[in-house]
């Protein structure tokens, strides 16, 4: 029974954010914001959204393993799993903009961040909101930075009629699936965990973290389809930026997070190796089927030593 509590938890989860970015994109729209700020901050921020809400919940549970467990695998998922898919799948994928040197630094500093602020064991809530700060640099950066980012809009959007009524319901909607289903979600994770006799950690690391880099995977295949290889990257780069700032700053600011590094230093490896990988990738335009299964071995030896105690 657990099992479908998770499932449905993690789709209600996944749905509610899509709802979200789509009725914020309507509302940027209708409101003539432009189209780099909506795919600066809502594609990249709002398919953050359920690894926030899981993490949020589940700092307010006293479970910080589960939230931290969740921005690191969902981390090493974006990187290594949704980039290595793509890789191996798209065809000529040749970005317009030189990735390495405006935006491949923010794939590896926030990384960098959260392991100095968390070399003492814990992240409270001054280090959460130095994070959230972060974030606002971040920001600062893309809107400086402009006329060089093409951001992707939804033409059905920009054809169709702008309702209040049906954007505030459908708003309202994603909010409450995000909501509920982050709650659900920690617990039905939690109770799989004791009954499997893994700790929470395994859990979110993987279940969860996977679940909620879902929304990642999507955006990048679609974006795949066009070729558009600069909105596939700029959106894993963007959503990691978002995970270690607004998703565990946030969930330090809920509760203080406690870090183990000698019980979960492999894992903060496999996340550092990812990240440091697509520096690499983008500083030489490595951007084909290689590339690709290099960072599948990554993601194959983070799950292997988190699944050993079932081998």
């Known amino acids: 029974m657990e099992y479908i509590i998770f499932l449905?938890?993690?789709?209600?989860?996944?749905?509610?954010?899509?709802?979200?970015?789509?009725?914020?994109?309507?509302?940027?729209?209708?409101?003539?914001?432009?189209?780099?700020?909506i795919g600066a901050t809502l594609i990249a921020v709002g398919t953050s959204l359920p690894e926030m809400a899981a993490s949020i919940a589940a700092s307010s549970a006293g479970k910080s393993d589960m939230a931290v467990a969740n921005v690191l695998g969902s981390v090493t998922f974006n990187i290594s799993l949704v980039l290595g898919v793509i890789f191996l799948i798209a065809k000529d994928l040749k970005p317009k903009r030189d990735l390495f040197q405006n935006d491949s630094a923010w794939s590896f500093f926030p990384l960098m961040v959260?392991?100095?602020?968390?070399?003492?064991?814990?992240?409270?809530?001054?280090?959460?909101?130095?994070?959230?700060?972060?974030?606002?640099?971040?920001?600062?950066?893309?809107?400086?930075d402009a006329k060089a980012i093409e951001a992707e809009v939804?033409?059905?959007?920009?054809?169709?009629?702008?309702?209040?009524?049906?954007t505030l319901l459908f708003l309202i909607l994603g909010f409450t699936l995000v909501i509920v289903g982050a709650n659900y979600t920690i617990e039905s994770a939690s109770t799989i965990a004791r009954s499997l006799g893994v700790t929470e950690w395994v859990?979110?690391?993987?279940?969860?973290?996977?679940?909620?880099?879902?929304?990642?995977?999507?955006?990048?295949?679609?974006?795949?389809?066009?070729?558009?290889?600069?909105?596939?990257?700029?959106?894993?780069?963007?959503?990691?930026?978002?995970n270690f700032t607004i998703v565990l700053g946030s969930a330090a600011i809920v509760n203080p997070l406690t870090v183990d590094f000698s019980k979960y230093g492999y894992d903060i490896l496999c996340a550092a190796t990812a990240s440091f990988m697509l520096v690499f990738i983008t500083a030489n335009k490595l951007y084909n089927k290689s590339a690709g299964i290099g960072l599948l071995v990554i993601i194959a030896l983070m799950l292997h030593n988190s699944l050993k105690v079932f081998l």
């Open 154 to 166: 939804d033409t059905n959007l920009v054809k169709e009629k702008f309702a209040w009524a049906k």
């Open 114 to 144: 959260f392991i100095i602020m968390a070399y003492d064991g814990e992240i409270g809530m001054f280090e959460g909101v130095m994070f959230l700060i972060l974030m606002g640099g971040y920001l600062l950066f893309l809107s400086k």
């Open 8 to 37: 449905i938890s993690m789709s209600a989860l996944i749905y509610g954010a899509n709802y979200i970015i789509v009725e914020s994109e309507r509302i940027a729209l209708h409101f003539n914001i432009s189209s780099f700020v």
């Open 203 to 242: 859990i979110s690391l993987i279940l969860i973290a996977f679940g909620t880099s879902l929304p990642e995977l999507v955006v990048s295949i679609a974006a795949a389809k066009k070729g558009n290889a600069d909105m596939i990257i700029g959106n894993i780069i963007g959503s990691n930026v978002a």
